[in-house]
C-alpha cells in the first residue's frame, strides 16, 4: 500500500510555513492520539503517519528532499520514521495540551507553583427553593495551604532545591520502541523541586485536608444543570500557586404537583364529572405557596388546558416570569350508592343528543362498516 502524501496527511498546502505545519500538526496528534481513541483499533497508525510526516515537513532540508523526490527520498534509509529528540519536545507539547488543563491549571515542568484544581459541588434543591431562591451553608471537602509550614512543604521553610533525577524539568524520557515518550518524574511528582526537610503537618505537599464551611447565594430561577461558579475556593495551589474554583451543579428535587419546563409549570387538577359538565369554581395551589380560585367552564373535557398567566417559575437572572398550566382530569364517581346508580341511568337515558363527541364517533363507525 502507498504511502499517502505528507501534506495530505497534515492536511496543509505545499506553500505552508513552518508554524502552519506544527499548528496543522498539533490539532492532527491531539484529534487522533490514542489516549483519545481507544475504540478505534487503526488509531495508533494513524497517529504514527502524522508523526512522520511532521518530522520530514518540519526539518527544511527534509522538506526540500520531500518536495523533489517525494517518499522516495527517503527510502534508502533517511529515516524519516525515526523519531529524534525534536520530536520528545513536541510530543511533550502536544501530551500537555491533551492532559494538562484538566480541573485546574496545565503542568510546567520546573515551575514550582501550581494552579489548585476545581472542586464540584452537588447541591440538590426543592422547587420552592428554586422559586425564591436560596443561601445555603455548605461543607466542602478540600485541600487548603498548611498553617504550619504556610504552603512552602519545608519544616524550616528553606526553598526547595533541583531535583536530580529530572535536572528540574519535572519529567524523564524514556524509549518505548517507536517512540520516546515523558513520563512524570518519580522524585518530584512532575515539580522539578525537592524539598530536604518536609514539614511534617502536610509532609512536605505544603496543603493539608480539611473541611470548610461556606454560605452561598443560589439564585432565583435555577434548574437542573445550571452551574454556580465560586471564583478561588477550590483545592489551594502549591508552592504558592492561585487557588481553584468551586463549580456548584444544581439538581432540582421532583415535585408532588408540579412539572417544570423551562419557566413554565404544569398541574394536573382532578375535577367532579358534575363539575366539569355543569361549570363551577375550583382552588388550585400555585408554587409560591398561595392559592388562586380558577372558573371552570361548562362542558370541559379531560385534558383541557387553562393558562394562569405569571404563576409559573421566574427566568434566571431575569424579571421575565412564566406561566402555570392547569390540566383537568375529570373524574369518573366510584361506589356508587343505588340511588347515584339510579339517578345516572335515568340521566343516561334522556341525554342522547347532549355527547356530541360520543355521537360523532358512532356515527363514523357506522360508516366504516358499511364501506
Given at each position: ?9 497534515l492536511g496543509v498546502s505545499r506553500n505552508a510555513n513552518a508554524d502552519e505545519i506544527k499548528k496543522a500538526f498539533r490539532t492532527k496528534a491531539k484529534q487522533l ?70 480541573m485546574g491549571g496545565r503542568s510546567s515542568g520546573s515551575r514550582s507553583a501550581t494552579r489548585g484544581s476545581d472542586l464540584r459541588y452537588d447541591l440538590s434543591i ?216 339510579e339517578l345516572l341511568e335515568e340521566f343516561e337515558e334522556i341525554s342522547s343528543d347532549n355527547n356530541p363527541e360520543t355521537n360523532n364517533f358512532f356515527s363514523t ?7
Amino acid at each position: 500500500m502507498s504511502k499517502r502524501d505528507y501534506y495530505d496527511v497534515l492536511g496543509v498546502s505545499r506553500n505552508a510555513n513552518a508554524d502552519e505545519i506544527k499548528k496543522a500538526f498539533r490539532t492532527k496528534a491531539k484529534q487522533l492520539h490514542p489516549d483519545r481513541n481507544t475504540d478505534k483499533s487503526n488509531a495508533e497508525a494513524k497517529f504514527k503517519e502524522v508523526n512522520e510526516a511532521y518530522e520530514v515537513l518540519k526539518d527544511r532540508e527534509k522538506k526540500a528532499a520531500y518536495d523533489q523526490f517525494g517518499h522516495a527520498a527517503f527510502e534508502a534509509g533517511m529515516g524519516a520514521g525515526r523519531q529524534s529528540d525534536g520530536f520528545s519536545s513536541t510530543f511533550s507539547d502536544v501530551f500537555d495540551d491533551l492532559f494538562g488543563d484538566f480541573m485546574g491549571g496545565r503542568s510546567s515542568g520546573s515551575r514550582s507553583a501550581t494552579r489548585g484544581s476545581d472542586l464540584r459541588y452537588d447541591l440538590s434543591i426543592t422547587l420552592e427553593e428554586s422559586y425564591s431562591g436560596l443561601k445555603p451553608s455548605l461543607k466542602v471537602p478540600t485541600l487548603v495551604t498548611c498553617s504550619s509550614c504556610f504552603g512552602s512543604g519545608s519544616e524550616d521553610n528553606s526553598p526547595p532545591t533541583t531535583c536530580p533525577t529530572c535536572s528540574g524539568r519535572g519529567k524523564v524520557r524514556a524509549s518505548q520502541g517507536f517512540f520516546t515518550v515523558e513520563r512524570t518524574c518519580p522524585t518530584c511528582r512532575g515539580t522539578g523541586q525537592i524539598i530536604k526537610n518536609p514539614c511534617k503537618v502536610c509532609q512536605g505537599s505544603g496543603r493539608i485536608q480539611k473541611e470548610i464551611a461556606l454560605e452561598v447565594n443560589i439564585p432565583a430561577g435555577v434548574d437542573t444543570g445550571s452551574r454556580i461558579r465560586i471564583a478561588g475556593k477550590g483545592e489551594a495551589g502549591t508552592r504558592g500557586g492561585p487557588a481553584g474554583d468551586l463549580y456548584i451543579f444544581i439538581q432540582i428535587k421532583e415535585h408532588d404537583l408540579f412539572i417544570r419546563d423551562g419557566t413554565n409549570l404544569y398541574c394536573r387538577v382532578p375535577v367532579s364529572m358534575t363539575k366539569a359538565a355543569l361549570g363551577g369554581s375550583i382552588e388550585v395551589p400555585t408554587i409560591d405557596g398561595g392559592r388562586t380560585r380558577v372558573q371552570i367552564p361548562g362542558g370541559s373535557q379531560s385534558g383541557r388546558q387553562m393558562r394562569l398567566r405569571t404563576k409559573g417559575m421566574p427566568a434566571l437572572r431575569s424579571g421575565e416570569q412564566g406561566d402555570m398550566f392547569l390540566e383537568l382530569a375529570v373524574e369518573t364517581p366510584v361506589n356508587l350508592t343505588a340511588r347515584q346508580k339510579e339517578l345516572l341511568e335515568e340521566f343516561e337515558e334522556i341525554s342522547s343528543d347532549n355527547n356530541p363527541e360520543t355521537n360523532n364517533f358512532f356515527s363514523t363507525m357506522k360508516s366504516f362498516w358499511r364501506g
